[in-house]
Each structure stands twice: as C-alpha cells, then as structure tokens.
C-alpha cells in the first residue's frame, strides 16, 4: 500500500482537476466574468493548471528538507503578503486609488494588477504549517513544555490566523486554526494547551462574527434557511434545489438548470451542488470517495516520511486539503455557515488551484524518499549546510 498510496492521489488529484474543468465548461458561459465570451473561465482556469502542474513537478523532484531550512523566509513572506492586502484600507483612510490590493464581496483578500490577481491566505497556509511542522520536529521531546509547546507556536499561528482574518476571511481563518492545531495534537502537545489554543480561536472568530454582521447573518441564516431564502441564505437556499432536482441520476452534464443566473458563484464555491444537479448523486458520491481517498494516500504517504518533519509536513498539508473540501461540502449543503472556502481541485481559483498542486507536490516527494530511502536527514541539516545521505 505505501508503494501504491502515491498513485492513487495523482488519480484522484487529476480526476477532480478533470471534473472540475468539466463543470466550469457547463457552468462558465453563464458567469458574469465571461462576459458574453464563451468558456473565459475555462481557459484561465487552463492556464492557472499549466502553472500549478509545473510547480507541483518542481516541488515533486526537490528535496522537501529544504522547506525546513527555508521555513522563516516562507513564513517571512507569507506575513508580508498578507500584509499587502491592507493596502486597500490604507487607501481609503488617504483617499487614493488601491494600487495592488482589491476588495470583492466585503473582503479584502486578494492583490494583483488588473484581471491577474491571487489570493495570499492560501499560500500562507502552506507556509504555516511548514513553519509548524519545522517547530515540532526541531523542538522534539519539547512539545509538552508550555514555552514550546504552547506559547511560540501558538505565536506563530495567531498572527498567521490574526492577519487573514483581520481581511474579513473568517473561513481561511478557521482552516488555518485547524490545522495548527492538528499539527499539535499528532506532534504530542497537551490537550490543555490544544484546548486554549482552540478556544482562544474560537474566542476570536465569534468577535470577527460579531463585529461583521454579514457574518453573523450568516450564521443565523442555516438555522432556518427558509426564512433567509430571500436574502443572506439564498445561496445555500438554491443549491439545496440543485441537489435535490439532480436526484440519483441527474439531469445531464450540462443540463442544470440552478446556474441560470439562480446560483451565485456556481463556477467557484458553489460548483459542489452543480454536480449533485448535473451529475446526480453517484456524481456526489463519487467526489466524496474521490476526498477520502486522497485523505488516506496522503496519510499513509505521511506515516512513511524518513523524519519526523516529513510526517508532519505530509500530515498538515493532507489535512488542509480535506479539511477545506468537508468545509466546502457543509457549507453547500447548508450544514455550516457560509464560509467562500472553494472545492480543491474543483472550483475555479487559480491561487486555490496553485496551492493545492503545490501541496501534492510535497507530498509526492515525501513518498519518494520516504520510501525508496531509509536515511534521515533532517539531524544533517540542522547541523550543517552540506550532508550527505547514510546508507
């Protein structure tokens, strides 16, 4: 099974690429990006995996040790573009034009010129939980003390958690938490420690809700969607009718109805009931198996890693990328808030798309020398620059 894990995530990971091409090609003509140009998205969403396909081969062939030596510069660089994304309200405090920050639907999230833009809390995910991963496999044995265990990596993911969701992105937010924390709980941390770190998150999300009232509207909305139809729940509200129009068969690919204007963001967060509409529920139940599978190759790829940083590092990023496709299913489903998480692999986003191959991209390298090779060398690198594997 460790031999085949890794061919069994490069199947899921280009089944649910090629499901979610399909399902913007059915959905793109009706966005209002496309404006009136046929299948717009479908090519950017092209171009976006022939970039995401050459870094997740640039990151399969390098040697994933070196995330550990560079994990202050990433985590470095993830704050700082983070930090670009309030340029938008210092323009407004100045009154000038945004030069490289953008604000869409309330949330300031995104930096880029013109149509090319990214969206920097995904990749700080990444570099957070490298930085996370490094912290618990250089400070081994450690985990249980409360200045390693608790205070400096709890340091480290509040600001990466405070900065994101200071850009009103509660659900990133949320997913970052998480996934810090469960780096902690594998890593061996002290369920009290867990549960401060956790309620402290929590603590600080349901301020951010309380303080945005679109969100706490939003909340609200899933316990009585009905009420809500006409307003803050109407996306959640139309896409039950999608799934429950597409009933076990589905109308067909290309057939749906709810993306006629009904459904907002169908293309992008919302693209989960189109496929329960089109493809019907051995559709949904298919991209389900497809998750689960991912989540158990990644994982057992983890459990192989040569060194401790490796199965954390394979843990995080297998954690992150099931964690935001459950996410995305309970929000489309009407079981959580409406959080803008998309579907990995699935939806249209080209930062969503990037980070994602990025993360297999580690991962396949971690099955690499976790194993064909029997050598650690994480020892080596912490000591010096140069080292040379011990058969």
């Known amino acids: 099974m460790a031999r085949r894990s890794v061919l069994f995530l490069l199947l899921v990971v280009a089944l649910l690429i090629s499901l979610g091409i399909t399902m913007l090609a059915s959905t793109s003509f009706f966005t209002r990006e496309g404006g009136g140009e046929e299948y717009v998205t479908v090519w950017k969403q092209i171009v976006w995996l022939g970039v995401s396909l050459v870094a997740c081969i640039a990151t399969a062939l390098m040697d994933y040790n070196r995330w550990f030596r560079w994990r202050w510069y990433l985590l470095g660089a993830a704050v700082f573009s983070l930090l670009l994304c309030y340029e938008w309200h210092l323009a407004q405090m100045l009154g000038y034009k945004p030069l490289i920050a953008s604000r869409v639907n309330g949330a300031s999230r995104w930096i880029g010129f013109g149509s090319m833009r990214v969206q920097p809390s995904e990749f700080a995910k990444i570099a957070l939980i490298i930085a996370m991963a490094a912290w618990f496999a250089q400070h081994e044995k450690l985990e249980r003390t409360i200045k390693h265990g608790l205070l400096l990596p709890g340091l480290i993911l509040g600001g990466i958690v405070a900065l994101i969701?200071?850009?009103?992105?509660?659900?990133?937010?949320?997913?970052?938490?998480?996934?810090?924390?469960?780096?902690?709980?594998?890593?061996?941390?002290?369920?009290?420690?867990?549960?401060?770190?956790?309620?402290?998150?929590?603590?600080?999300?349901?301020?951010?809700?309380?303080?945005?009232?679109?969100?706490?509207?939003?909340?609200?909305?899933?316990?009585n969607l009905e009420k809500y139809k006409d307003g803050i729940g109407l996306q959640q509200w139309v896409s039950w009718l999608a799934f429950g129009s597409g009933g076990l068969e589905g109308r067909g690919l290309g057939e749906g109805r709810m993306k006629l204007s009904y459904l907002p963001e169908a293309h992008t967060d919302f693209i989960f009931p189109m496929i329960g509409e089109e493809l019907g529920l051995w559709g949904v139940l298919g991209t389900i198996a497809a998750f689960v599978v991912l989540l158990f190759a990644g994982m057992?790829?983890?459990?192989?890693?040569?060194?401790?940083?490796?199965?954390?590092?394979?843990?995080?990023?297998?954690?992150?990328?099931?964690?935001?496709?459950?996410?995305?299913?309970?929000?489309?489903?009407?079981?959580l808030?409406?959080?803008?998480?998309?579907?990995?692999?699935?939806?249209?986003?080209?930062?969503?798309?990037?980070?994602?191959?990025?993360?297999?991209g580690i991962l396949v390298n971690i099955h690499r020398q976790g194993v064909h090779q029997n050598w650690d060398p994480l020892t080596m690198i912490r000591k010096k620059r140069r080292w040379t594997p011990q058969l």
Do not use: W
Request: proline content about 4%.
């Open 165 to 223: 969701g200071g850009e009103v992105d509660l659900g990133n937010a949320s997913v970052a938490i998480a996934a810090g924390v469960g780096i902690m709980f594998v890593a061996g941390t002290r369920f009290i420690y867990l549960g401060l770190i956790g309620g402290s998150g929590i603590a600080a999300l349901l301020v951010g809700i309380t303080f945005a009232p679109n969100r706490f509207e939003r909340v609200m909305a899933i316990s």
């Open 300 to 335: 057992c790829i983890s459990s192989y890693a040569p060194n401790r940083f490796g199965k954390l590092l394979g843990f995080g990023l297998t954690f992150l990328l099931s964690l935001e496709a459950l996410l995305n299913m309970g929000v489309t489903t009407a079981l």
């Open 337 to 360: 808030p409406n959080k803008g998480l998309p579907l990995p692999f699935v939806s249209y986003g080209g930062s969503s798309l990037l980070a994602a191959m990025l993360a297999v």
